[in-house]
């Protein structure tokens, strides 16, 4: 199986190199592509016709269509972007690739040729948005033109060669209706969110990894009304807000001799003068959260980021550490002042154990207590335990308190409805 494998890499590579000796590429590059993948088949086909190779014809069909992602798409990854089922492709090396399916991992038969192939394939994606990663930048993020998020990284950092991970998002996000459908969250949970983005509620999103903070983020900002201005700020444009009224701005990395690096942080306070009626930010991680509070306090109300914290007590802590990393001075009281008054509601995401991912709380901020920044949680999820079948079992809740933020919300013409909060929701 293996030499057969190595065969076929070899037979698609000879037939890459005989197209490409035989193609005008800078003709090529100027014409459509529908029309320049219509030269490129016609020359496959006269080539695979003009030699006797032992292939069947649809062996022939899947080496055409091979070639064709090899010289117009990204390879042996194209099958794989095709499959909407696919959450994360992951590529250790060149010669193992898993892939994520509704929370589980698998590996997959994909492999590269070489290093130097699945070099070629990371050059492609990062140089089509104006990225570059070479031995003196071997980390780079990058996005794919259906939005999904690139991080590649390469020797000498990664020890067994290339290594590449792909978040795919798609090219249409998931909705609210369908984090419902899937279990992530109740209708009353969503139904209070939409209420809280529509009078203007500043949100953080909390969770570890592939929890699904970014899907939700895109749900919530689909929350905010048409006629507001709204500015994005990401180090790799991954957002897709359906809005017209958005300005997306994205971090630029240090160029060769390590200058012209453009930070969030300077996205930040540079957006604070274009005007917007809210700062959506991709994921708070560093220096930048202490000027976002400072937005979210000055007029910027309906602010929305995301965090990666195991709880929303632990996403509070975070946040006032990295406002801390902006060596300002400022007095931690100070600090947990401007969380306390900056933010009104912290949701928290887990990816649990069977692969789903879920809501687990939704908790408001009610002020500062001494020493410590008080919180409700209005909506719970309660684990309780797993089936026959490894499936999670738990129930959502609702805390039946009337929230802090109930007035606004019915001040900004939102309906808060008592049933929302004794609400309780058996999976």
Not at 57 to 67: N, T
Not at 95 to 110: F, N
Request: net charge neutral.
């Amino acid at each position: 199986m293996a030499a057969a494998a190595v065969s076929y890499q070899q037979l698609k590579s000879d037939y890459h190199r005989r197209v490409l000796e035989r193609l005008n590429l800078a003709q090529l590059d100027a014409m459509p592509e529908a029309t320049a993948r219509q030269e490129v088949v016609a020359l496959i086909r006269s080539l695979l016709a003009l030699e006797a190779a032992p292939l069947s014809l649809a062996e022939r069909e899947a080496l055409g269509r091979d070639l064709l992602d090899e010289i117009f798409g990204f390879g042996p990854l194209e099958p794989l972007l095709r499959d909407s089922t696919i959450s994360d492709i992951l590529v250790n090396r060149a010669d193992q690739v898993y892939v994520e399916r509704r929370g589980r991992l698998s590996k997959t038969d994909v492999a590269f040729r070489d290093d130097a192939h699945l070099m070629r394939i990371i050059d492609r994606i990062v140089s089509r948005v104006g990225r570059r990663v070479d031995e003196s930048s071997p980390m780079v993020d990058a996005r794919l033109p259906d939005g999904s998020r690139v991080n590649a990284i390469i020797p000498p950092l990664a020890l067994d060669g290339p290594c590449m991970s792909i978040r795919r998002f798609g090219a249409d996000p998931l909705t609210g209706a369908k984090l419902v459908e899937h279990q992530a969250l109740t209708p009353a949970m969503l139904e209070f969110l939409h209420c809280c983005v529509a009078a203007r509620q500043n949100i953080i999103i909390s969770g570890g990894t592939g929890a699904g903070k970014t899907t939700l983020l895109n749900v919530l900002s689909g929350f905010i009304p048409e006629h507001e201005r709204v500015i994005t700020i990401e180090d790799a444009a991954e957002l897709q807000l359906k809005q017209e009224h958005v300005v997306r701005l994205e971090t630029r990395p240090p160029n060769l001799e390590g200058q012209g690096a453009v930070r969030q942080r300077q996205l930040v306070m540079n957006s604070l003068r274009m005007r917007p009626d809210r700062i959506v930010m991709g994921e708070c991680r560093g220096e930048e959260a202490i000027d976002m509070l400072q937005a979210m306090n000055t007029g910027h109300d309906g602010s929305l980021t995301t965090i990666h914290a195991n709880s929303p007590r632990d996403a509070l802590a975070r946040l006032a550490t990295m406002a801390s990393m902006a060596n300002l001075n400022l007095p931690e009281r100070a600090i947990r002042q401007q969380i306390a008054s900056a933010l009104h509601l912290v949701v928290q995401l887990s990816r649990l154990s069977d692969g789903t991912r879920k809501v687990l709380s939704i908790a408001e901020l009610t002020g500062v207590e001494g020493e410590v920044i008080c919180m409700q949680e209005l909506f719970t999820f309660d684990r309780q335990g797993i089936d026959e079948e490894g499936k999670v079992r738990g129930c959502f809740r609702g805390a039946g308190i009337r929230p802090q933020c109930a007035e606004r919300l019915a001040s900004a013409g939102m309906k808060l409805r008592p049933e929302w909060m004794e609400e309780k929701v058996v999976i």
